[in-house]
Structure formats: C-alpha cells, structure tokens
C-alpha cells in the first residue's frame, strides 16, 4: 500500500498581545487547520484523507495523503518512491507551511505577534522531505513559502470559511467529506 500520511501537528500557541482570548486561540488554530485542508485541496499530489480536528484551543491536526488520482493525473505513478519525487516534495512543503502563514495573515490583521515556535514540526517535516527527496529539491524554502502565502493569501475566505465550521463545532472536528463540499461550494451538502 502507497498510502502516505502527513499528519500535521500544531503545537502550543503564544501570542505576544497583553493576553488572546481562548476564542482567538481557537480562531487560530482553526486557522491553521484549514489552511492546511485548503491547500490540500488546490494540491497537485494529495488529498484530505480524515477529520480535520482541534483538540483544544491550542493543538489540533489535519490528515493528508498521497492522492493517486492527482499523481496519475499529473503523469506519476503511484509507487513507494513517489514520496521522494521532487514535484510530490515541493507539494506537501506548501502544505505543511500553509498552517504557520495562515496564522501569520490572521495575527496581522487582528495586531497579535505569532510565535513561530507552535510551527516548527511543520518546518522540520518539510526539512526532513527536502532531505529525502531524490532528485534534489532545487527551490529554496523561502520560495516555497511564498507559494504558501500565495495559496493561503487566494484561497482567504475559503479557509475562513472552514476554520468557522471547525472551530465552532461541538466535537471540534470536520469530517474530510465536508470540508470538501465547505471548500468546493461554500455549503455542506
């Protein structure tokens, strides 16, 4: 089985203002949650394989797999080496940096100082990714996070959207099915 699961974690969150409310703890973490499940969606290589969860206000995590759709589509094939594969590398890295920007775009527009220390798992998967892939990975890890930003920054309302639904939730999680629909058409159908 090729299944390959990024499981995206999210640590504890700081901010610097006088003191963010719990709501704006969960707003962010919800943030970054979603933004991690709307670029998984707009990703060339994967797809949104489990809930996306916040577990409180601070943690949460979004599952994301290898899609065999998206890689056939795009002339791979779906073997145990794909996960080295500069093109599937350079995906996953725009997703995994999506959490840490989306809580950056947030904490600016609301004057909260973010605290990059809740993100570093992330930043070391992506390192670790980087390591592996085989032909080297050729673009630097400034460039893929201004992808990041990119999709982050178009896909807005989207990701605000989602964060909502989740963050707001009795359970604290979103099933993978309705966040597609939430991300496709803006409603759980």
């Known amino acids: 089985m090729f299944k390959w699961f990024l499981k995206l974690f999210r640590s504890e969150?700081?901010?610097i203002r006088s003191k963010?409310?719990?709501f704006e703890q969960r707003t962010i973490t919800a943030l970054h949650e979603a933004a991690h499940a709307v670029c998984t969606h707009h990703s060339s290589f994967h797809s949104l394989v489990q809930d996306i969860t916040i577990s409180s206000d601070t943690t949460g995590e979004t599952f994301v797999g290898l899609s065999r759709q998206k890689a056939s589509n795009k002339g791979k094939l779906?073997?145990?080496k794909i996960v080295i594969d500069p093109?599937?590398?350079v995906d996953?890295?725009?997703i995994f940096f999506a959490g840490?920007?989306?809580e950056k775009v947030y904490c600016e527009r609301n004057n909260i100082r973010t605290d990059f220390s809740h993100s570093i798992n992330d930043y070391n998967q992506v390192d670790l990714l980087i390591r592996r892939a085989t032909p080297?990975?050729?673009t630097s890890k400034e460039e893929l996070i201004s992808w990041s930003n990119q999709v982050v920054t178009q896909n807005w309302q989207t990701i605000e959207l989602v964060a909502n639904r989740l963050s707001t939730s009795s359970t604290g999680s979103l099933d993978a099915v309705s966040a597609i629909d939430l991300i496709q058409y803006g409603i759980i159908i």
């Open 92 to 94: 996953a890295a725009i």
């Open 78 to 80: 779906a073997s145990p």
């Open 136 to 138: 080297t990975v050729t």
């Open 13 to 15: 969150q700081k901010s």
């Open 100 to 102: 840490y920007e989306a």
């Open 20 to 22: 963010a409310t719990a």
């Open 87 to 89: 093109d599937v590398v």
